[in-house]
């Protein structure tokens, strides 16, 4: 034990003596300067920095407000660690930065300036050219439309590893051009700055890229796609990847013909894209990402890019057509199919495609090894039907694939007191009236073989076509007997009579060959599941009243057609249904078994 009080007293006096020393050598007389730096750094470490998590205050009020603590700031000196963060900017004596600076000692610095004219460029050049070798991180706000560039030249900054600049104006990179390596630069972060610029600061060691309305001198809403690729490519330690509104070109077709670059992004961990439709399925396209990263960090957007700003961009692939919906579906597609992926992907499972009044159209894919989902959303799209001609024409391994496919659509608020099928006011929550919808799930259940359950949240229009295609099921297979029938009589003329057993062999070998030439829609279907359908169109109806108007009844034939093509559902669900009462569960029962929720909430509205 004295052992041990020896050594805890030495190491207090050690302390101690430490202090005492801090305190000589900054002459210091105020009490904060007693409390050990760690403490002092968390109290005062509110410098504007662009860091998570970190406040910004470009007019420094809070760090001249000192005075609320220290009677007279400026004679105070805290541990260096708390100036390291360095403000620039008119409302900001420059004496004041000059002794921030000094006090941050030999340690790193950050500098954040806000530059309104281009005087305060050359003031900075003179205030941090002793310096540069000690900053680490530049962020720029350029509230001028001035020219940045000095006279004088550029500063290099050899330590430079962080570099953000915000304009609004199109401006200039100031203080760093391409005439200087930057050996360490890791992240750039570019907003509404010329291309040219930009380009000049690309570097191999940049592992986060963040771009934002990028601009040519020229044209600024016509920036070439394969460029971009072409500076992807050179960044083989890129982790993170963020693009938003760029305005790229959006010609398919260029890219399509071997004009753009294969990139391979091999440490890719965070891919987030901001763009139209087809610029985004474009760049898909020709980037070969981790199968592990594309299984759980995928993020992507579509917006119109004349929303944030005006410019000349080119409709063509956004609300007024139909081919970048399928082009950006197609690429997503691509990748689940195991194309432009370093790694395996393991075997797809379902399908959900959901279309919201505000959202647009979401759609997740489910893997059947683990709950993983992959999500994108697309705004501004909001007819069903375009997913339809966009899973047309998706590789068919990805469709083969399928298992389970949900199709929901929002909830219109006056759903109950709407008659959906006599109304045409709700054509962007399903395929409803579209007369496309019937003949492209006559092309997409050719590769759709093994979907086993199907789920329809809503989803009107899709029930309808189903239902048709059913009836299109049974035209058929009444005209392959009426043919069959003519040629028996034919034959009956010509040959004669057969016996009773002939008959039946021939009647039952005629069925099998119907049965496999028969198109029957979704033949591995075992599950339906129906989510708040109305089945009747009045509230007061009769159980047995057969219209093939009412989806009680186009259900029924269904689930009849199904059975009698030898193909029939094991199992209905019907959940939150509207004007649906226990009676119906019997009629359905008589072809499938039928598991009803029981909710009568809405059986009489």
């Not at 004596?93 to 281009?118: N, V, Y």
């Not at 720029?140 to 609004?168: A, K, Q, W």
């Not at 979907?451 to 099921?473: C, K, P, W």
């Amino acid at each position: 034990m004295p052992l041990v009080s020896a050594q805890t007293s030495a190491i207090h006096q050690d302390e101690e003596a430490k202090r005492q020393t801090a305190l000589a050598s900054h002459g210091s007389v105020s009490p904060l300067a007693t409390l050990v730096p760690e403490v002092l750094a968390q109290i005062f470490f509110f410098v504007p920095t662009k860091r998570p998590g970190a406040s910004v205050l470009w007019d420094v009020t809070e760090l001249t407000n000192l005075g609320l603590v220290c009677r007279y700031w400026h004679s105070v000196t805290l541990t260096p660690i708390l100036w390291r963060d360095v403000v620039v900017g008119d409302t900001i004596p420059q004496a004041q930065t000059q002794a921030m600076i000094e006090r941050s000692g030999a340690l790193p610095i950050r500098i954040g300036a806000a530059i309104r004219h281009k005087s305060e460029c050359t003031a900075m050049y003179s205030l941090l050219e002793p310096y540069v070798h000690r900053v680490e991180e530049l962020i720029f706000d350029l509230l001028t439309t001035d020219d940045c560039v000095l006279p004088r030249g550029d500063l290099n900054i050899p330590n430079l590893r962080f570099l953000e600049v915000t304009s609004y104006a199109k401006a200039t990179i100031p203080l760093v051009s391409a005439r200087h390596p930057l050996p360490h630069l890791s992240e750039l972060h570019i907003m509404n700055v010329v291309y040219n610029d930009v380009a000049s600061m690309i570097r191999p060691t940049l592992t986060r890229l963040n771009l934002c309305i990028m601009f040519n001198y020229s044209t600024p809403s016509a920036y070439p796609m394969p460029e971009f690729l072409t500076i992807l490519q050179s960044l083989p330690a890129l982790q993170d990847l963020h693009c938003a509104s760029m305005f790229f070109s959006n010609s398919f077709d260029e890219l399509q013909a071997g004009h753009a670059p294969q990139v391979t992004l091999s440490q890719l961990r965070i891919l987030y894209i901001i763009d139209h439709r087809a610029a985004v399925a474009n760049l898909l396209n020709h980037i070969i990402i981790p199968v592990d990263f594309f299984r759980t960090r995928w993020n992507f957007h579509y917006d119109e890019p004349g929303m944030l700003v005006e410019t000349e961009v080119s409709l063509d692939s956004l609300g007024r057509g139909q081919r970048g919906l399928e082009q950006l579906f197609a690429a997503y597609a691509s990748k689940l199919c195991g194309q432009g992926l370093i790694g395996a992907m393991p075997p797809t499972d379902g399908l959900l495609l959901e279309f919201g009044r505000v959202m647009g159209m979401e759609f997740s894919v489910y893997h059947r090894t683990e709950k993983n989902s992959q999500w994108a959303t697309y705004h501004k799209v909001r007819r069903a039907a375009l997913a339809l001609d966009a899973l047309v024409k998706v590789d068919p391994t990805f469709l083969e694939s399928l298992r389970e496919l949900t199709v929901r659509t929002a909830r219109y608020e006056n759903l109950v007191e709407l008659n959906i099928h006599d109304s045409g006011l709700l054509p962007f929550l399903s395929w409803e009236r579209d007369t496309s919808c019937p003949k492209n799930l006559t092309a997409l259940s050719v590769n759709l073989v093994n979907l086993e359950s199907l789920v329809l949240d809503r989803s009107y229009g899709v029930f309808e076509a189903i239902f048709m295609q059913h009836q299109n099921t049974l035209n058929y297979s009444d005209n392959i007997l009426a043919e069959d029938e003519g040629e028996e009589d034919d034959e009956e003329l010509e040959f004669g009579e057969l016996d009773e057993d002939e008959q039946d062999d021939d009647w039952q070998n005629e069925e099998e060959e119907m049965d496999e030439d028969m198109p029957l829609l979704f033949p591995k279907l075992r599950s339906l599941t129906l989510i708040h359908h109305m089945f009747r169109k009045n509230p007061r109806y009769s159980p047995m009243s057969q219209d093939l108007t009412e989806n009680m009844w186009r259900l029924k034939f269904i689930l009849e057609t199904r059975q009698d093509a030898k193909h029939p559902l094991e199992v209905l669900r019907i959940v939150q249904a509207y004007r649906f009462r226990a009676e119906d569960v019997k009629i359905l029962e008589e072809n499938t078994e039928v598991q009803w929720d029981g909710d009568t909430t809405y059986a009489d509205k």
